[in-house]
RNA sequence: CAGUGAUGAC
């Protein structure tokens, strides 16, 4: 049962949902009884596929089994729907753990604080963060990096960097999703120091930039008119070793173009087509 | 006690 659960998890991973298909049903014929585990690897397979209808159906034969959900079950089936595009689904689902008599964890909460942050409401997932502290579940990495960037996003700079503060003060280690979050709300609240600062601290705390908070510094530099910043931080990354995304280009072409660097930034937008990037 | 779920730039 094991060996099959694990195979199962990693052929749902690599998206083989033939492969991994036949391996449940071998695992069934073999006269193994799939456990819990097994099945939420199914459900987040299906998931991640879009196969809804193959999803519920696990949930169907979990059931068949006399098996009850637990916290990962419901919290795969609310991010399941609020990826399909059912978010009133994914609430409902919410909901009905809560009637199951299990406490949403940590996870439940995030999920669904970022279903109603894709639909574009965003008082509603802080108002579920405010309910998750309420009832005394304590915030994690995934919590407050859904917080910060909230705030950000509506422009609230000072109070993201609070709450920066506050998640370090309570021994939650910032990660480098934390930091290139942050950097890009310092950058966009017009902060380019504090975003520079930001970039160092998630240095001197150990962590590798990657392409995403490469992007973000790039990006902030182009906006705010320096096109050699912006392009400092480009080669910088390079020597870095990384293998810079189409973002990171659009990011220092864009830098270019409004400075009227016309010359650089056809360099740039050829280099991207030389390695075999497709524009966006 | 325990294998499986969520977050960042364009």
């Given amino acids: 049962v094991f060996v099959y659960t694990t195979l199962i998890g990693v052929l749902g991973g690599a998206r083989e949902m033939t492969l991994m298909g036949a391996m449940y049903e ?20 299906y998931g991640r596929n879009n196969m809804l209808e193959e999803a519920l159906a696990v949930c169907a034969e979990l059931r068949a089994a006399g098996m009850a959900p637990d916290r990962v079950t419901y919290g795969t089936l609310i991010d399941l729907f609020s990826k399909a595009g059912q978010h009133e689904r994914a609430v409902a689902v919410f909901e009905e753990m809560q009637a199951a008599h299990l406490q949403p964890d940590a996870v439940a909460y995030t999920v669904l604080m970022n ?47 609070t709450i920066f503060q506050e998640m370090r003060s309570k021994g939650v280690v910032p990660d480098v999703m934390t930091y290139s979050t942050m950097i890009d709300l310092c950058g966009k609240g017009g902060l380019y120091d504090a975003a520079e600062e930001m970039f160092e601290s998630m240095q001197a705390a150990g962590h590798v930039p990657d392409t995403v908070a490469w992007s973000t510094l790039i990006q902030m530099w182009g906006r705010a008119g320096d096109p050699h910043r912006a392009a400092l931080y480009f080669r910088r990354m390079l020597r870095a070793g990384l293998t810079p995304s189409v973002p990171a280009y659009n990011a220092l072409m864009f830098a270019f173009l409004r400075a009227d660097m016309f010359v650089e930034a056809k360099a740039a937008f050829d280099t991207l087509r030389r390695a075999g990037q497709a524009p966006s």
Avoid at 130 to 154: Q, W
């Fill in 26 to 45: 071998e695992m069934k014929a073999a006269g193994l009884k799939p456990t819990l585990v097994t099945f939420n690897r199914l459900l987040y397979a």
């Fill in 115 to 161: 279903s109603y942050k894709r639909m574009g409401d965003p008082h509603k997932a802080l108002a579920l963060y405010r309910r998750m502290l309420d009832e005394g579940c304590e915030p994690n990495i995934f919590s407050y990096n859904t917080v910060i960037d909230l705030h950000g996003k509506a422009g609230r700079t000072r109070l993201a960097m």
